[in-house]
């Protein structure tokens, strides 16, 4: 007589036990998010209708510009400085475009800083350039030390500044902003503050500084002495140049020159 086995089937129940893991942990943690995400939309209303009324509200409308380290100007000239209106809305104005306006406008100023003064001001800090010489063409401009050109110009030498000579015009004209790039003009206005930091000539004026042929370098002090440099080993000639004068006075009515350029020195008498 045959004989049934039964077998005995296992439910596979794992699957249904990580789902009912997963979404008991998820209900968890909705849960315990609830408040948080409740705080962050109220948070996020509350900023979208601050922006709302600050777009909006009249109180944030342009009415001041106060331009700093310029000198007294009227409310019409500061407008018309930064080329705004009043009654703008100071919160969506974009006072990068300002300040690279104004920079494209007044190269002269060397940085410009624009910022919002809540609720209706801004302001604007300038920092000139600084003239650190100038240079003769058929007229006297003024250069900061990264020779950019500056505002104005003279017929007559300005005073205390001195002179570079002999810096070719370019061609694209004298333009207010624009950087000299003659690399003689470059070394002569490098020369200076050398010169000047170092405090080789003492007591003397620096009066000019020449450009001659094949890109030399001369000075004149006091207005009539000539150092001729060359234009190479510039700072060891000075070197040269400090030790000279720590044993002879530098006297125009004796000295009309001293050569650099050789091995040995040359005085030339009046």
């Given at each position: ?262 091995d040995d020195l040359v005085i030339g008498p009046v």
């Amino acid at each position: 007589m045959a004989k049934f086995f039964k077998t005995k089937v296992k439910k596979k129940t794992g699957g249904n036990s990580l789902a009912l893991h997963v979404w008991g942990a998820f209900r968890k943690m909705i849960f315990f998010s609830l408040p948080y995400l409740l705080v962050l939309v109220g948070v996020g209303a509350l900023f979208g209708g601050i922006i709302a009324y600050a777009i909006n509200s009249s109180v944030f409308r342009l009415t001041e510009v106060k331009i700093l380290n310029i000198g007294t100007v009227t409310q019409a000239q500061a407008f018309n400085f930064c080329e705004l209106k009043p009654g703008e809305n100071l919160i969506t104005l974009d006072l990068v475009n300002v300040q690279q306006m104004i920079k494209r406008r007044h190269p002269e100023f060397k940085e410009v800083l624009v910022r919002r003064v809540l609720p209706n001001r801004i302001e604007v800090l300038l920092k000139r350039r600084t003239p650190a010489a100038q240079i003769a063409f058929s007229k006297y401009v003024q250069v900061d030390r990264d020779m950019i050109l500056l505002p104005g110009s003279s017929t007559v030498p300005f005073k205390n500044l001195t002179t570079i000579e002999g810096v070719p015009v370019p061609r694209a004209g004298l333009l207010v902003g624009m950087e000299i790039k003659d690399s003689a003009g470059v070394k002569a206005l490098k020369l200076t503050e050398v010169i000047h930091r170092s405090n080789v000539l003492r007591n003397h004026i620096l009066t000019k500084i020449k450009i001659a042929d094949r890109d030399e370098l001369f000075l004149v002090v006091d207005g009539s002495v000539e150092i001729r440099l060359g234009n190479n080993h510039l700072i060891e000639r000075l070197k040269i140049l400090d030790q000279t004068l720590k044993t002879m006075e530098l006297d125009p009515s004796k000295i009309r020159y001293i050569d650099l350029r050789f091995d040995d020195l040359v005085i030339g008498p009046v």
